[in-house]
Nanobody, 120 residues
Framework: VQLQASGGGLVQAGGSLRLSCAAS????????MAWFRQAPGKEREFVARVTWTGGRTDVADSVKGRFTISRDSVKNTMDLQMNSLKPEDTAVYYC??????????????WGQGTQVTVSS
């Protein structure tokens, strides 16, 4: 499985961005998909996850009510809609595929990361 993340950029606080992750590989549909983020000097942290069936989603408390994760198994894509962005959301965002839940150690495949910067 190969993953390609896109959609990052610079936005003012309160604004929105939509990240996308395009996957290739025949087994994409059997993996959970997730977004993680890492700010400078901080640990990589879980943002959101969608199961391989698309039937369940989970988001971190820090983004609950603002971020929505979705996947399209026909198009082999996963999106993260980010609304009401805050400066503390600034980080490099990574998409990942694997069998895990919220620990980055549980994910096998990673995209290259896309920078999200939220100005105050």
């Amino acid at each position: 499985v190969q993953l390609q993340a896109s959609g990052g950029g610079l936005v003012q606080a309160g604004g929105s961005l939509r990240l996308s992750c395009a996957a290739s590989g025949r087994t994409f549909g059997t993996y959970n998909m997730a977004w993680f983020r890492q700010a400078p000097g901080k640990e990589r942290e879980f943002v959101a996850r969608v199961t391989w069936t698309g039937g369940r989603t989970d988001v971190a408390d820090s983004v609950k009510g603002r971020f929505t994760i979705s996947r399209d198994s026909v198009k082999n894509t996963m999106d993260l809609q980010m609304n009401s962005l805050k400066p503390e959301d600034t980080a490099v965002y990574y998409c990942a595929a694997g069998s895990g839940f919220s620990s980055w150690h549980e994910y096998t495949y990673w995209g290259q990361g896309t920078q999200v910067t939220v100005s105050s």
